[in-house]
């Protein structure tokens, strides 16, 4: 079953196209990243799968139901952006009195744990540091148990220890066989804590696999190696090869078929090869390659 399905979904503000025609399945169960640059429409499609924004054309589905029925069902959970908790009340209070909203929340014990907020049941909202405030509000999403959470940008702000055990959190309530959906512009985030890496740029899907899928689908391998004074002409047209950089006696080739290459390199080229080195192009430059074309 499709716990979200996105069909030919646009959102226009003005003259903006914020979102142009995405399309989009998530089965039940997945974790899935969507990565994108600064403006490539991840909020505006995260707000319309929580029907706080409305469309301008195409049908968005969760759990087969329109997302305000969804919501209404509680069986979404979100944490958006931004969003005030209530100074005044403990942590306690304020996940105890969340979770009363919901017909079938979780118990107090085990949001508070999976939270990470065991120790800090007693401290007001006031006093928690940004990555404590961040984990009262991922147990405010959870603590209807929704079968969907959706987090938008949740350890933006988070030093490196809040954003691990972040994470450490969300893969244990994703355990259960929840589907999450978080947007996101930390390629390794996307690439350690999901399945599959949705990138979007410009409103649209620009690659949707694995993170090793989308590694090897934008260009696979950098062969670098010192060219001295010997002439550049002919390297781009070597096997596999799909772009060629020189500079200050230096070249760099990116390829799809690293064996292809280097063999052409040393059997069909006069050149006299030193220094080589081969890189996997990492996902950043994957990232960077793709939403660079689209
Ligand atoms: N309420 C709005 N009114 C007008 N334009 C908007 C509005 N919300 C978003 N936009 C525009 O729509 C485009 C997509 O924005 P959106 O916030 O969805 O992108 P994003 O991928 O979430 O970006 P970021 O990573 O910076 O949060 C941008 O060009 C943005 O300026």
Redesign the pocket.
């Known amino acids: 079953m499709n716990a979200i399905a996105f069909t030919d979904v646009r959102?226009n503000?003005?003259d903006?196209?914020?979102?142009d025609g995405l399309n989009l399945t998530v089965e039940a169960g997945r974790t899935v990243a969507l990565l994108?640059?600064?403006?490539?429409?991840?909020?505006?499609?995260?707000?319309m799968l929580l029907g706080l924004?409305r469309p301008s054309g195409g049908r968005i589905e969760v759990f087969g139901h329109l997302p305000d029925e969804a919501v209404a069902r509680g069986e979404v959970g979100a944490m958006l952006?931004s969003g005030e908790l209530i100074p005044e009340l403990t942590v306690m209070e304020l996940v105890d009195f969340v979770r009363r909203l919901y017909p079938r929340p979780l118990d107090l014990d085990e949001i508070l744990k999976m939270a990470d907020l065991s120790d800090l049941v007693k401290r007001r909202a006031s006093k928690l540091s940004g990555g404590q405030t961040q984990r009262v509000r991922f147990a405010l999403a959870i603590a209807g148990a929704p079968r969907l959470l959706v987090l938008?940008?949740p350890t933006a702000a988070m030093d490196v220890e809040s954003r691990q055990r972040f994470w450490a959190s969300m893969r244990d309530y994703a355990a259960g066989g929840r589907t999450v959906l978080f947007?996101t512009?930390y390629l390794e985030e996307a690439d350690e804590n999901s399945d599959r890496v949705i990138v979007?740029a410009k409103?649209r899907v620009v690659a949707d696999g694995t993170a090793a899928q989308i590694k090897a689908g934008a260009g696979g391998y950098t062969v670098s190696f010192t060219l001295g004074g010997q002439p550049a002409a002919g390297l781009d047209a070597l096997p596999g090869v799909s772009a060629v950089e020189v500079s200050a006696g230096a070249a760099t080739l990116r390829t799809t078929d690293l064996d292809a290459t280097v063999t052409a390199l040393y059997r069909g080229t006069s050149l006299e090869i030193r220094d080589l080195k081969v890189t996997g192009a990492d996902l950043e430059d994957a990232f960077l390659a793709l939403t660079r074309e689209s």
């Open positions: 959102k503000y003005g903006v196209l914020a979102v994108g640059p600064n403006g490539a429409g991840k909020s505006t499609s995260i707000n924004v952006q938008d940008e947007a512009h979007v409103g």
